[in-house]
């Protein structure tokens, strides 16, 4: 069985502070992952690919750990505008079929 | 360019009333997925389609629901007879060829209340 995992939170985070959360997945085959964000009654949109080098977008940082099997989402600098949830994403590669969404992070960054 | 488009945005019905959800997916996108989102069991996916063909339907919760894709442009969710623990907000997404890196771009979904 498929399982990708979060902490669903919430996490409260003060304006301008960095915060971390981890997505942890079952399947060691897992061959791509993104982060998703979705805002409240929204749908869910690519936030960014997570590659097995690690990558950054500005002020989000994405790392891949394949011996413990989970992927990480760096935020620094929060901002209001950060407030949402973020969808962990796994695919076991093969085609579409093995993507599978984890629950989501709630994040609310605080004046 | 228009993102995937769904319709309706909001339906609400009587329990064993038929139910069709619509999608357009990106042009040019040779995938097209149908998901339910609720609080309890987060994104699932119910079904998806490769070049018009449903490749896994895994996720079909029962024999009510049915998809279909009779061209590119254009796909079907169908619930019928629907029952209140259907009500979820059904998303439909499409992407490029390219298999399982290509990200998946969604549409404003579909929120459905079954009374």
């Known amino acids: 069985r498929k399982e990708v995992e979060q902490d669903p939170g919430p996490f409260n985070v003060p304006e301008g502070a960095t915060v971390a959360f981890n997505c942890t997945y079952s399947n060691s085959a897992s061959q791509s992952f993104f982060w998703y964000r979705q805002d409240c009654r929204k749908e869910p949109k690519l936030l960014m690919s997570?590659?097995?080098s690690g990558n950054e977008d500005g002020r989000f940082t994405a790392q891949l750990n394949r011996a413990s099997q989970y992927i990480s989402l760096l935020i620094r600098d929060s901002k209001l505008s950060d407030s949402a949830t973020y969808l962990c994403?796994?695919?076991?590669?093969?085609?579409?079929?093995?993507?599978?969404f984890g629950k989501g992070t709630h994040l609310i960054i605080q004046p | 360019d228009a993102g995937v488009i769904q319709s309706p945005r909001h339906e609400v019905t009587e329990m064993g009333q038929e139910v069709t959800l619509r999608c357009k997916p990106i042009?040019?996108?040779?995938?097209l997925f149908w998901y339910r989102q609720t609080m309890m069991r987060g994104l699932e996916l119910l079904i998806y389609f490769n070049n018009n063909v449903p490749i896994d339907d895994s996720g079909m919760p029962e024999d009510r629901f049915s998809a279909k894709m009779p061209n590119a442009s254009f796909s079907t969710l169908k619930i019928q007879p629907s029952e209140p623990r259907d009500s979820a907000v059904y998303f439909c997404?499409?992407?490029?060829?390219?298999?399982?890196?290509?990200?998946?771009?969604f549409g404003d979904g579909t929120r459905l209340s079954i009374l």
């Open positions: 994403v796994v695919n076991e590669g093969g085609g579409a079929d093995g993507l599978t």
């Open positions: 042009s040019g996108h040779d995938y």
């Open positions: 997570v590659y097995s």
């Open positions: 997404a499409s992407s490029r060829p390219g298999g399982p890196n290509q990200p998946q771009h």
